[in-house]
């Protein structure tokens, strides 16, 4: 990920203070609850300020909250119906068990502070909550891909999209969780920050990709990681680093140290797709990524030339194929 220079991050006095509450519904999916809660600390440090005041609330009647994992457990400040005064945004936590949780008090609070705060978030199951409390009758909504079928069956008024990381309705957001908890943080960090405070962030919690909400849950690189030869893992690293290049199957096998014929032969067994068939993929998710990223805004040095979205729909329309590709997977057209 490039450097960010300090002086492309705004002075400190442009950040408006935000409180944010954070209830959650005991027990919880630890890295749900901690995963967002490192992102907002670490934004603070790197904007000189406290940009962010996070509460922690419960449902439950004891404020020890225990981890769904059982190793860990956390200790709320308050129960959620002592939250006092504005908040600016809400986040809701919760367990894999407790997605099933029928609390009429906190349903009906959720129903009335949704339309006060200027965003509410949900992260993983979170969703069926917000679901049984009917906020998101009519609206997009995503969840952890393994419970998108569930939710969608039992909540049939919600537009189930199990795809996302994370997607935006209005001033509701809802994320696959786990770790897409991290990407929605970042994206909040950056609609208040900006873009060079939410990739320093990003930066300081060692993150691979800083990733907008549009990139699937399950990506043709991780899908591929499934393979078991090290070499092939070191090749996929390598490939992702060197996308912008054209990448031919002669040049990976002159990397691999193989014959063509015989590196097609490799590859292929261990990922289920053939070397030009993987490049395609990978070049298509970094084009969508990038193309979500930026949206005209040129937050990196190499960002700011004019033609830098062009070059990248280029790239997609320039094959055929890969214009087909890129519909295939993303569901529409680089335009």
């Not at 690189?221 to 090749?235: E, G, N, V």
Request: net charge positive; glycine share 6%.
């Amino acid at each position: 990920m490039p450097r960010i220079l300090q002086r492309d991050i705004p002075r400190r006095g442009l950040f408006k203070r935000r409180r944010v509450a954070v209830v959650v519904v005991p027990p919880v999916e630890e890295l749900d609850l901690v995963g967002p809660m490192q992102v907002f600390g670490a934004a603070n440090r790197l904007a000189g300020k406290p940009v962010y005041t996070v509460e922690i609330a419960t449902n439950s009647r004891d404020l020890k909250v225990a981890g769904e994992g059982g190793l860990l457990s956390f200790l709320a400040q308050r129960r959620f119906p002592e939250l006092k005064g504005p908040f600016d945004s809400l986040l809701l936590v919760c367990g894999v068990a407790t997605r099933n949780a029928r609390d009429a008090a906190l349903f009906a609070w959720l129903r009335k502070m949704a339309p006060e705060v200027r965003r509410i978030g949900s992260v993983c199951v979170v969703a069926f909550l917000f679901a049984e409390a009917g906020l998101l009758d009519g609206k997009r909504a995503t969840a952890h891909w393994k419970f998108g079928e569930e939710l969608a069956k039992r909540y049939p008024r919600v537009r189930v999209e199990s795809n996302p990381l994370w997607v935006k309705d209005g001033n509701i957001y809802t994320s696959a969780g786990i770790s897409a908890g991290i990407d929605l943080a970042l994206a909040w960090v950056e609609e208040d920050c900006g873009a060079a405070v939410a990739h320093e962030v990003a930066r300081e919690l060692v993150l691979f990709l800083c990733r907008p909400g549009g990139q699937p849950q399950y990506s043709v690189s991780l899908a591929a990681q499934a393979s078991q030869m090290k070499a092939i893992q070191d090749l996929q690293v390598w490939i992702a680093e060197n996308v912008r290049k054209k990448l031919s199957v002669q040049m990976l096998a002159d990397h691999f140290a193989m014959s063509v014929r015989n590196f097609e032969r490799v590859f292929t067994r261990e990922l289920g797709r053939t070397p030009s068939r993987y490049i395609l993929q990978v070049r298509v998710e970094e084009a969508q990524r990038q193309l979500e990223r930026t949206n005209g805004h040129f937050f990196f040095t190499w960002f700011w030339q004019p033609s830098f979205q062009a070059r990248v729909r280029a790239m997609l329309v320039e094959i055929t194929l890969e214009s087909l590709e890129f519909v295939l997977q993303v569901g529409c057209c680089p335009e």
